[in-house]
């Protein structure tokens, strides 16, 4: 069974550019997470997804990032313009249901560093 | 709000020694608690689980009881060994949300 997928690895991007993550779960899973891991820390929840619809965008800062998932399957995260303070690495993680006691299951992640 | 402290690290250790990452919460009512590792070059993944006071979640040798009078759930392994090296986050589960440690770095020697 593939895992979750995402790109790019890695993105090396300067203060005020754009960016633009993409994961695609895996097949069947119902809910979609996006974390945002600083180096030192563990992961915090940006956005959940169940299906294509936002459960829990409560730590998202919307005036900079957005994330959809279109059709309930592969999702983008986006942030614009980029800030110093967005350097991490960006998880993306599938869950068969929603609910924290079915487990989780984590893509590789996308390391940002913004200069 | 919910959270996590875990021991922090680096951990370094031999091969065969005993290991224990201590890890308390803050938490109203029931968390379900996790053990996730992520090892060089790889994504996270869970290591065990316990969703319920006194459940004890084991896993390649790895085991967590979960504590509700101590508000505890640490990881323990009889005898580690290279291949355990790794970082590794405890979690709790409330309310659909799952929230981390920072991570605990743990390299064991030949």
């Known amino acids: 069974e593939a895992g979750v997928a995402q790109s790019p690895r890695y993105k090396i991007i300067e203060k005020r550019q754009s960016v633009a993550f993409w994961c695609n779960p895996i097949?069947?899973?119902?809910?979609l997470y996006w974390y945002q891991q600083i180096l030192g820390q563990g992961p915090k929840l940006l956005i959940q997804f169940q299906n294509n619809g936002v459960v829990d965008d409560s730590q998202l800062p919307k005036d900079r990032f957005s994330a959809e998932r279109l059709k309930g399957v592969d999702s983008t995260l986006k942030i614009q313009p980029a800030k110093l303070e967005d350097s991490a690495v960006y998880l993306c993680?599938?869950?068969?249901?929603?609910?924290?006691?079915?487990?989780?299951?984590f893509g590789p992640g996308t390391r940002l560093t913004v200069l | 709000g919910d959270s996590v402290t875990q021991m922090e690290g680096p951990v370094t250790l031999s091969e065969e020694a005993f290991l224990t990452i201590n890890c308390t919460y803050t938490a109203t009512g029931y968390p379900s608690l996790f053990w996730y590792v992520q090892y060089p070059g790889e994504g996270l993944q869970l290591l065990l689980k316990?969703?319920?006071?006194?459940d004890k979640g084991s896993n390649k040798g790895f085991e967590a009881t979960y504590r509700k009078e101590t508000t505890s759930f640490h990881l323990e392994k009889g005898s580690v060994q290279v291949s355990d090296s790794a970082v590794y986050f405890c979690?709790?589960?409330?309310?659909?949300?799952?929230?981390f440690g920072a991570g605990t770095t743990v390299t064991v020697r030949a």
């Open positions: 316990a969703t319920k006071a006194d």
């Open positions: 097949s069947g899973h119902a809910t």
């Open positions: 979690a709790l589960s409330k309310d659909y949300k799952l929230s």
């Open positions: 993680a599938s869950s068969l249901v929603a609910g924290g006691d079915n487990e989780q299951f």
